[in-house]
């Protein structure tokens, strides 16, 4: 355990600071689970699980730039990236960190097993990178802004409310992906260089107008 959680040490101002996080997100969890009655929403929880899940990202994007036509390859390489590089960051970040999640995560009947790092939130990071990405780096019709941002704020509303993050985790990893972001859009590749990547990634070979996979 990181030296910042250990309850054995003399506490500084930060492991306060952790504490007073620990028992305001518990409050808020329990209060506005019980409002909001979010163990009735056990479908709608499970899609927004599924739907910022790493693997599927990375698996879907690969898959429609494997199978499309290329026309949108400079969007789904750029993201492929993006979301690659998050995941290494937040995996350093919770390396370091350590800090467990809340202890009383295993009492909401909509959680499995909790045995990972708590902070910063990586479905969080995601999220933010996701919705910035298409509001920012390649923007959405605006019409269709609203419910990115609805979903992201489902994201970011139900780590907490099912106990699986403290607030902390998801502020922080809001502003951890908003620097990521930040840092990334000045590598964001063009067209032709992004299916460049991509033949390298797939081992496919172009000639002419033709493609051939080896």
Request: charged content about 15%; some cysteine; overall charge negative.
């Amino acid at each position: 355990m990181n030296y910042l959680f250990d309850p054995n040490t003399q506490e500084s101002f930060l492991q306060k600071f952790l504490k007073r996080d620990e028992i305001v997100s518990k409050k808020f969890a329990f209060y506005w689970g019980e409002r909001l009655q979010i163990n009735k929403y056990k479908n709608t929880t499970n899609f927004l699980h599924y739907s910022c899940s790493g693997i599927v990202w990375l698996v879907g994007l690969f898959a429609f730039a494997y199978f499309s036509s290329h026309h949108f390859i400079e969007v789904e390489i750029n993201l492929l990236m993006i979301l690659l590089f998050d995941i290494v960051v937040v995996s350093i970040v919770k390396a370091y960190v350590q800090r467990d999640p809340p202890s009383y995560c295993d009492t909401h009947p909509l959680n499995m097993d909790m045995n990972f790092f708590s902070f910063p939130s990586g479905y969080t990071t995601r999220a933010t990178l996701i919705l910035m990405y298409f509001t920012i780096f390649y923007p959405l019709p605006v019409i269709l802004w609203i419910p990115v941002y609805l979903w992201f704020c489902a994201i970011c509303l139900t780590r907490v409310l099912l106990r699986k993050h403290y607030l902390l985790d998801v502020f922080g990893g809001i502003m951890i992906a908003s620097i990521e972001g930040i840092i990334l859009s000045y590598f964001l590749v063009d067209k032709d260089t992004a299916l460049d990547l991509f033949n390298w990634i797939s081992d496919e070979k172009t000639v002419g107008s033709d493609a051939e996979v080896l």
